[in-house]
């Protein structure tokens, strides 16, 4: 059974930072391109950052570069969000996302508030 858990997200003040985290299972992680998308609230689901299997593509949105990091532990196995000096346009859903040509799996998301 395939399941992808995200935690770590929350209210936190502009400027602030949090980290989220997305256990996988049930598929070969070492395998899979890992990607985070976010969704606000009357928009649609963007794509927040993107890794390779292989750690040789590594990409952001231009709305983040600079103040997110998306890394992965194959041992884990677990992908990480790493979000700093976040501003309120940040307030979205996130999600996790598991893709390859075989496969698109999806996480149930995390909340992530940004406001004083």
């Known amino acids: 059974q395939v399941q992808l858990v995200e935690s770590g997200g929350g209210l936190v003040q502009p400027g602030g930072s949090l980290r989220l985290s997305c256990a996988a299972s049930?598929?070969?992680?070492?395998?899979?391109?890992m990607r985070w998308y976010r969704q606000a609230p009357g928009k649609e689901r963007e794509l927040v950052a993107a890794m390779s299997n292989s750690y040789g593509f590594i990409n952001y949105a231009d709305s983040v570069k600079g103040r997110f990091t998306i890394s992965r532990d194959n041992a884990k196995p677990t992908v990480y969000l790493q979000m700093d000096s976040l501003k309120p346009e940040d307030t979205a859903v996130y999600y996790c996302?598991?893709?390859?040509?075989?496969?698109?799996?999806w996480g149930q998301g995390t909340q992530v508030t940004v406001s004083s």
């Open positions: 996302n598991a893709y390859s040509s075989r496969y698109n799996y």
């Open positions: 049930g598929f070969t992680f070492n395998t899979a391109v």
